[in-house]
């Protein structure tokens, strides 16, 4: 079983906590790619990049292929890291001194149809506020509610940490490119 082979290889469990995809468990450790249905396009990201502790590794499995489509393109990181560095030296300089700003706007149930459109409550794993906030804070964010949207106003800021937590390469920020 798949949830059997991930844990049997010794990386730590990393809850799915400030997320921005609906999905849910299947089994364990095994979350659901993405619920939004199939015609919706899911954009190139850097899983949970946003928050301070982010996954280091994934793994991925199919239990029932699509009939069509169903593709996952996989970019790795330091490559887009190095082709933006070479092509707009200015702006990489720039991310890596200020660092990467994430703001969301997040309803309080999650929006079904959307790549991105995880809730609040689902999003920080609790309809009490207060819990809602301490989780928060544990993703390394700060956060507004808005009374009038009726939204949790979600800030992170990423900086380009002092040596990137996979390629142990200094000074590169590929994790939040």
């Not at 887009?80 to 030296?89: G, K, M, Q, W």
């Not at 890596?96 to 794993?125: C, F, H, M, Q």
Request: proline share 8%; net charge negative.
């Amino acid at each position: 079983d798949f949830d059997k082979f991930v844990s049997g290889c010794g990386y730590p469990h990393l809850p799915y906590l400030g997320g921005a995809a609906v999905r849910h468990v299947v089994v364990g450790n095994v979350f659901t790619t993405n619920d939004s249905p199939p015609e919706v396009v899911i954009p190139f990201h850097h899983e949970m990049a946003q928050v301070v502790k982010h996954p280091n590794h994934l793994f991925f499995h199919c239990d029932v292929p699509p009939t069509s489509g169903g593709e996952t393109p996989i970019v790795l990181s330091w490559l887009v890291h190095d082709l933006v560095a070479e092509r707009i030296p200015d702006f990489m300089a720039k991310l890596e001194k200020e660092g990467v700003r994430y703001i969301r706007n997040l309803p309080k149930e999650d929006d079904p149809l959307s790549a991105i459109g995880r809730g609040w409550k689902s999003t920080y794993l609790s309809e009490d506020k207060s819990e809602v906030e301490k989780n928060c804070l544990k993703t390394g964010a700060s956060f507004e509610w808005q009374i009038i949207k009726r939204t949790c106003c979600i800030l992170y800021l990423r900086s380009c940490p002092p040596s990137d937590s996979i390629t142990g390469v200094a000074g590169r920020c590929s994790s939040i490119v």
